[in-house]
């Protein structure tokens, strides 16, 4: 079995990326941080797949302690999965990567953050229930 989940943090209005980044990347106040250490904690030890970009964004010593994997939208999104048999595996997004694998996520983990601002990337509700 794969244990297929998600983990992502969103603003006020669902956002979820601006130019490549967290939009709220540098805020220092504690849900902000808070967040950042629980995203560590709860990936530790397993698999994130993730966007190119998204991969990225991910700090070189978070590689030490889960395997990090960037996916291709040229993969068949079974074929990706079917990779980590026995493992708990985290979709990671950006959207279109959660737009293909949102049909196999059994478990969302969404923190609504205090954001109020400007973004380039959105959270879609309907990646909770594609069938
Ligand atoms: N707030 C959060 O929790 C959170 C989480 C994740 C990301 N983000 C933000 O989102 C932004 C990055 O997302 P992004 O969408 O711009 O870039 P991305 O992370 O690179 O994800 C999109 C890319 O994934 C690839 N991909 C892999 N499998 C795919 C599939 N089956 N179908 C379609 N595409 C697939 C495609 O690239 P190819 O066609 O080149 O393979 C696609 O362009 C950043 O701002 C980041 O900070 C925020």
Known sequence: MIDVRSICAIGRRGQLGLAGRLPWEGCREREYVADVERFF?????????AGPRT?????AFAKADR?????RSGERPQDV??????RVVFIGGGPPVWDAYARFIRHWD??????????DRWFNPEWLVAR
Do not use: C, F, K, N
């Open 110 to 119: 969404i923190t609504r953050l205090p954001y109020d601002g400007d973004a």
């Open 81 to 86: 999965l079917a990779r980590y048999e026995g």
């Open 41 to 49: 904690a709860i990936t530790q030890g397993h698999v994130l797949l």
């Open 55 to 59: 991969v990225a964004s991910v700090p």
């Open 67 to 71: 395997t990090v994997v960037a996916i």
